[in-house]
Nanobody, 116 residues
Framework: QVQFVESGGGWVQPGGSLRLSCAASGFIFSRYAMSWYRQAPGKERELVATITSGFSNTNYADSVKGRFTISRDNAKNTLYLQMNSLKPEDTAVYYC?????????WGKGTQVTVSS
């Protein structure tokens, strides 16, 4: 049974930092590309960052480049998102995703709120 435990969300002032974690189980974590998505109220879900399996190549949405860093620890089956210089427009529910051919798994999300 695939499970994700997402943590690290919360409230932070603009300019602050948060680190999201996504602990996965029930599948071979190292074989999956892992991503963070987010969905703000009234908006469509958008891709924030992706890290591939194997070489751990990364890719970011233009809106977060230079501020967010995605990483993974295959020994711990855990995905991370370090978020720095947070802005109010980063406020959203952040979702962990695992993807591979014919497989696509989603976490339940963790709320991030950036406001003063």
């Amino acid at each position: 049974q695939v499970q994700f435990v997402e943590s690290g969300g919360g409230w932070v002032q603009p300019g602050g930092s948060l680190r999201l974690s996504c602990a996965a189980s029930g599948f071979i974590f190292s074989r999956y590309a892992m991503s963070w998505y987010r969905q703000a109220p009234g908006k469509e879900r958008e891709l924030v960052a992706t890290i591939t399996s194997g070489f751990s190549n990364t890719n970011y949405a233009d809106s977060v480049k230079g501020r967010f860093t995605i990483s993974r620890d295959n020994a711990k089956n855990t995905l991370y998102l370090q978020m720095n210089s947070l802005k109010p427009e980063d406020t959203a529910v952040y979702y962990c995703n695992a993807a591979r051919i014919f497989s696509d798994y989603w976490g339940k999300g963790t709320q991030v709120t950036v406001s003063s």
